[in-house]
């Protein structure tokens, strides 16, 4: 039987969305365009995969295909690239896996994000207000001018 593998891109830096190839254990399965999200059917069991754009490639994990499941997930940019851009004498950092594409498992049991624990007034530790405000030596220097 076959399962799912749902590949989820990220924004391109600049906005110049490229083509990004999908190889599943070294076969190209597919292209998926940097910002979407594609489906592609493989067999069950084990497998690695990666993505390749514009001659650089991502770093390859493993991945375990469930039967009738889905595996998720997300390829992103590293943020690299921009230095061929800027530099172009670094245009051999493209051909170092993984470094500026990446691919990882997303994970579901990884929990939100939970908010920030607001102090109150009443002095419990936590330090309330902007960051500098806690900080010994910036509260001497940038004190609040409030009356007592």
């Not at 069950?44 to 039967?67: C, D, F, K, M, Y």
């Amino acid at each position: 039987m076959a399962g799912f593998v749902l590949i989820r891109s990220e924004e391109p830096s600049l906005k110049r969305a490229s083509w990004l190839n999908v190889v599943i254990d070294d076969t190209t399965v597919g292209k998926l365009r940097q910002g979407g999200t594609a489906v592609f059917p493989v067999e069950a069991g084990p497998r690695s995969l990666r993505v390749s754009a514009r001659g650089g490639r991502s770093n390859t994990i493993a991945i375990e295909v469930s039967e009738d499941g889905e595996c998720r997930v997300r390829a992103f940019e590293t943020g690299y690239g921009l230095l061929t851009a800027i530099v172009p004498v670094l245009g051999f950092i493209t051909a170092i896996p993984g470094l500026v594409h990446r691919v990882c498992v997303e994970d579901d049991s990884t929990p939100a994000p939970t908010p920030a624990p607001v102090a109150d007034e009443g002095g419990s530790g936590i330090p309330a207000g902007l960051w500098w405000e806690s900080h010994p030596t910036l509260a001497k220097r940038i004190r609040k001018n409030t009356p007592s």
